[in-house]
């Protein structure tokens, strides 16, 4: 019972390069979000996904890609890494339609721009 | 929009004491609360949650009542043990999206 896996969980990187951090759960929940966490801001939503094919924008979408072909990956790319993008990152997901609002959450990726 | 304030931290506690954690919200209509907790290392695990007004969310020894009136949602502990050294963060989600907007976060320390 994998649940959310993320990956990679630490990721160094250097400024303009693209980067790619994945999420996989294997639940077949049909929500799938991406959160950053940064000190004095608690977790704030970058995209979020109802199902595959769609997704939207969060608070903070600026500089994020997402795509979702298959229900249990929600990769998020960073087109061009900025060092304002150094954080802490989290994939949740969650089928409210049986599981009453819960959202489970991935171990997060700590990503590094240099 | 929706919003959460939570008690600034750090809070360091001993070994059986009391805590108390501050939360405060603003939404319109009637929001699901939520405390989650966050272990060194880890992602972020439900603790509780409470779904409408007088409500009592409780697990592992902690508690938090939705009270309408005040707009809160604090969680309490009676006696922490070392192992409830956490962060901890108060979340809402309103009844019209599936979005959650968190709380700043509180780090806990519990000493031995």
Redesign the interface.
């Known amino acids: 019972d994998a649940g959310i896996t993320q990956s990679p969980r630490y990721k160094i990187t250097e400024t303009g390069r693209q980067v790619t951090l994945m999420c996989h759960q294997t639940w077949s929940h049909s ?1 799938m ?1 991406w959160y950053r966490q940064d000190l ?6 970058i995209y ?1 996904s ?1 199902a595959a094919d769609i997704t939207d924008k ?1 608070e903070v979408p600026d500089g994020y890609v997402v795509s979702r072909s298959k229900t249990e990956n929600f990769p998020l790319t960073l087109e061009s890494a900025t060092r304002s993008q150094t954080s802490v990152y ?1 994939c ?1 997901s ?1 089928d ?1 339609g049986s599981d ?9 990726t700590r990503l590094l721009v240099l | 929009g929706n919003s959460v304030t939570q008690m600034e931290g750090p809070v360091t506690l001993s070994e059986e004491a009391f805590l108390t954690i501050n939360c405060t919200y603003t939404a319109t209509g009637y929001p699901s609360l939520f405390w989650y907790v966050q272990y060194p290392g880890e992602g972020l695990q439900l603790l509780l949650k409470a779904t409408k007004a007088d409500d009592k969310g409780s697990n592992k020894g902690f508690e938090a009542t939705y009270r309408k009136e005040t707009t809160s949602f604090h969680l309490e502990k009676g006696s922490v043990q070392v192992s409830d050294s956490a962060v901890y963060f108060c979340a809402l989600k309103s009844r019209v999206d599936y979005k959650l907007s968190f709380g700043a976060g509180t780090t806990v320390t519990v000493r031995a």
């Open positions: 929500y979000f004095g801001h608690g977790l704030r939503l979020y109802a969060g989290f949740a969650s409210y009453q609002e819960t959202q489970y959450f991935g171990p997060g």
